[in-house]
């Protein structure tokens, strides 16, 4: 179309539309005038909205004349129960002389069909009134019809209510709409509830759920406000505590059967046993029935108070789909009088003569007029007997939340009495003001003749309390609603659940709590490591590595064992590591001793042979003072290896090596000064030649001392500037400590080795030089195979210590000092002492000296 008409179209529009509106000043309503279903004249007038019935006929519009007036169908039975609890609160109210006296209440009340437009229009007709005004003398504003609405009982109408009713501040006070997203009161600043919020509830069943152990679950929720919001909080809650939802999906009692097909497949298809309900209990209802149909039965089942104490949806499910089922609950209540006045159902008839023949006869099942119908049905009399019935209506199950409006309807009444200044009598002369109202009732705070307490926090929500309910079939058939718990969000953290396990009964009629999870729990030992591509829940367990542990069950990750303890088999917990050290009861400590003992027996039989021969031409001839200095100093080489055997100890450490080095020094100087004094003897067996007087038994024992000396000042610098000490080895191997002797000094310890193999050089040097001295002197040649012994053990000792791990290497290093010390004392003595004792033909002068001759 040209824009040019268009413009000229929507011109002409805005023209008959103005022209038309300044010919009407006055107000006018539009459309048919919406009639109360209940209604009571009085002083002050409150609202209310119920859905009398669930649904309406579907009727197709051809938009060429007025569409008929709405036909609801399916009678509600529950919400003509929460309708009687509303009169019962008002007529208790007109009848108490202490609470607003003079005043008489009134109400005003609509069936929304459980139809979000029809809820909006009984809510505007209840602000407005259902006069047809167009007197143009009277003005379009006017005090509100109601001073505040009840209702309604679901989250989604309750919405769109107080957005419209919001910008005028009536107060709307609801018993059964839980959805969080109702406390944000800059969207909704005139809505209370006397019914905990689905943040609490939606948080409790999350925290419920972690109690029984149950990580990997299936969620259903209503495909409304109710139901998306409610599931929005559990998800988020239950990803905080580690849980995982398999599956989330959406159910409406109005879905085709295709989209149920999917939501039976999804839920047989999934691994998860356990199925979060945050469903109405209008869409249970109908969902219990396909399932049923499916029978699909093995499942736990988690629920909200829409449906967990629902004795009508308890009844539909025949298939024992939901035995078992665990969920939230209202506290239980009871309000005196209240059910007598339910079974009194004439108020119910005060003006709407169609609604009440109506609910009567599906109270009754009967009919007032011969239906054409060929199902065969009795006539109503209209005098039946309701106390003989059993039926939604007559089920007093859901005290608490009658309760709840009646606590709502005193809400109104004691913010009305305070309004008007009642004491004696009110001041009727006050102008009501529906703002002065909400403020007074969001201030309230009594005591109701139950003992409850009513308040409402600033977010117009109540106290958050509930039963944890448990579905427990009878023998009889009937589902018991047995409370096995309470949940108080008031107290703290760790006691805001209390629950009696004993009394649980589980699905399919098992004691067991179900098990629901993604994987089998990681046992102490392994650590939980994440599958590629998979939530958080679904792991795989691996084991610790090597000195980890873990000792709890999925364990996210292993830790460390301190430096002194090392894993168990099952690496579940640290053990103290075994301290090992060469000790005196294993094998090769006990060789390695023995041995020492041994040469030290050896060299003390050495000893005596050479003192009981020491007159021998032999012995003489040998340097006897040296020979038994070298022996002593052998017998210390030999003991000083026990120091190396046992625990370190600070004594030890220190001891070992001074003692080792000191003992060699003055054992090679002993050599090296026998060596010295055979060259000086061939020496002075030339002509001229008289050496023997530089070098007598007193320059023989300086040497000794002087060489002596030098390596006891290397042991006390050494024991001064930085002594050898116990130390803990933790590197050599990984699950046992290695108890070591630290140097200390390294460069003193080896200037300790380095002297004794510079005197050992030199010992061997001069030995070898006088190797082919004749055979009256041929102990050159023994001393000089001896110190070739003595040099090739502390060359190949080296590379073996360095290489030689924890106790090995002082092994090591007591085998060089044993082996090094054997072949002194059988290199140098034993030939001297086979000749003793085995040959005493060859121990006199006259064969020392004749070879010489």
């Known amino acids: 179309m040209d824009p040019f008409i268009m413009g000229w179209a929507l011109l002409h529009l805005f023209l008959v539309t103005s022209f038309s509106q300044a010919e009407e000043q006055g107000c006018r309503l539009r459309g048919d005038p919406e009639n109360p279903q209940l209604l009571l004249d009085g002083d002050i007038l409150l609202g209310g909205l119920f859905s009398f019935h669930t649904s309406w006929k579907e009727r197709e519009n051809n938009y060429m004349e007025k569409p008929p007036p709405l036909q609801c169908t399916s009678l509600n039975f529950r919400e003509f129960q929460l309708a009687q609890a509303m009169l019962f ?456 590595a090597e000195g980890e542990i873990s000792n709890s069950t999925d364990s996210v990750s292993c830790v460390r064992c301190p430096l002194e303890s090392w894993p168990n088999d099952k690496r579940d917990a640290c053990v103290k590591k075994e301290a090992v050290f060469l000790s005196y009861e294993e094998i090769m400590g006990a060789l390695l001793t023995a041995a020492s003992l041994f040469g030290t027996c050896m060299t003390s039989v050495v000893a005596y042979i050479f003192v009981k021969y020491r007159n021998t031409p032999l012995v003489r001839a040998n340097n006897s003072e040296l020979s038994f200095l070298l022996l002593f100093s052998l017998k210390m080489c030999f003991l000083c290896s026990l120091t190396f055997i046992g625990q370190p100890s600070d004594w030890s450490c220190m001891l070992r090596h001074t003692s080792f080095g000191i003992a060699f020094v003055l054992c090679i100087s002993c050599v090296l000064g026998k060596t010295i004094v055979v060259l000086m003897a061939f020496k002075a067996t030339l002509p001229g030649r008289n050496v023997m007087k530089w070098f007598g038994p007193v320059q023989q024992r300086l040497s000794v001392l002087g060489f002596s000396v030098v390596q006891v000042i290397i042991c006390i610098l050494w024991l001064i500037i930085s002594p050898p000490f116990p130390s803990k080895n933790f590197k050599e191997f990984k699950d046992k400590i290695s108890l070591e002797c630290a140097l200390g000094s390294s460069v003193c310890f080896w200037a300790v080795l380095g002297y004794i193999g510079f005197l050992a050089t030199l010992c061997f040097i001069c030995a070898f030089l006088a190797r082919k001295l004749p055979d009256n002197f041929n102990e050159a040649k023994f001393i000089t195979f001896s110190m070739l012994i003595f040099c090739a053990v502390w060359i190949t000792f080296i590379p073996a210590y360095v290489s030689s791990p924890g106790k090995f290497s002082v092994a090591v290093e007591i085998f060089a000092i044993l082996a090094s010390t054997f072949g002194l004392l059988i290199c140098i003595f034993i030939p001297k002492c086979y000749v003793i004792l085995m040959k005493p033909e060859r121990n006199t002068k006259k064969s020392m000296m004749g070879k010489g001759a």
Not at 208 to 227: C, I, M, P, Q
Not at 297 to 321: C, L, P
Not at 414 to 425: I, M, R, W
Not at 505 to 527: A, D, F, I, M, Y
């Open 89 to 544: 609160a008002i007529e208790e109210i007109n009848n108490r002389s202490e609470l607003l006296p003079g005043i008489s209440l009134g109400y005003r009340i609509y069936d929304s069909c459980g139809s979000i437009a029809r809820s909006i229009k009984g809510a505007l007709a209840l602000v407005n009134g259902n006069e047809n005004v167009s007197d143009t003398s009277k003005a379009c504003t006017k005090p509100a019809n109601v001073q505040a609405m009840m209702g309604e009982a679901s989250s989604s109408p309750s919405m769109a209510i107080a957005t419209v009713i919001g910008p005028f501040h009536i107060p709307m006070i609801s018993h059964f709409a839980t959805c969080a997203c109702l406390s944000d009161k800059s969207k909704y600043p005139s809505f209370l509830r006397t019914i905990p919020s689905d943040y609490y509830q939606s948080r409790a069943l999350a925290h419920l759920v972690k109690h029984f152990g149950w990580t990997w679950v299936g969620a259903v929720r209503s495909n409304e406000d109710y139901g998306n919001n409610g599931m929005a909080i559990f998800t988020e809650t239950a990803q905080q505590l580690g849980i995982c939802v398999e599956y989330s999906t959406t159910f409406f009692r109005t879905d085709s059967s295709d989209k149920i097909q999917r939501l039976i497949e999804i839920i047989k298809g999934s691994t998860s046993r356990v199925v979060v309900a945050f469903l109405s209990h209008m869409d249970m209802d109908v969902l219990i029935q396909h399932l049923s149909n499916y029978n699909l039965t093995g499942y736990q089942w988690v629920g909200t108070e829409a449906w967990i104490f629902d004795s009508q949806t308890a009844s539909r499910d025949k298939n024992h789909i939901l035995d078992g089922a665990v969920g939230l609950y209202i506290p239980k209540a009871h309000v005196s009088g209240l059910r007598e006045f339910m079974f009194d159902v004439r108020p119910l008839n005060s003006s709407n003569a169609d609604l009440f023949t109506e609910f009567w006869e599906g109270l009754f099942r009967c009919k007032f007029k011969p239906s054409e119908s060929p199902e065969m049905q009795k006539e109503c009399t209209g005098h039946e007997d309701l106390t003989g019935v059993e039926n939604v209506f007559t089920d007093m199950s859901h005290m608490s939340i009658f309760n709840n409006m009646y606590k709502g309807v005193y809400a109104v009444a004691h913010a009305l009495h305070t309004v008007l200044s009642c004491n004696q009598t009110c001041d009727i002369s006050t102008k009501l003001d529906p703002l002065t109202i909400l403020r007074h009732i969001k201030n309230i705070h009594f005591k109701t003749k139950g003992g409850d307490e009513v308040y409402f926090n600033e977010n117009g929500d109540p106290a958050a309390k509930y039963e944890i309910i448990n579905w427990q079939r009878k023998e009889n058939g009937i589902v018991d609603f047995v409370t096995v718990g309470l949940y108080d969000a008031s107290l703290p953290p760790d006691k805001q659940m209390n629950l009696q396990n004993e009394s649980l009964v589980w699905v399919q009629n098992s004691k067991e709590v179900p098990v629901s999870v993604c994987n089998e729990r990681c046992p102490p030992g392994t650590c939980k490591v994440l599958q590629k591509g998979k939530p958080v829940c679904c792991y795989d367990c691996i084991k610790c």
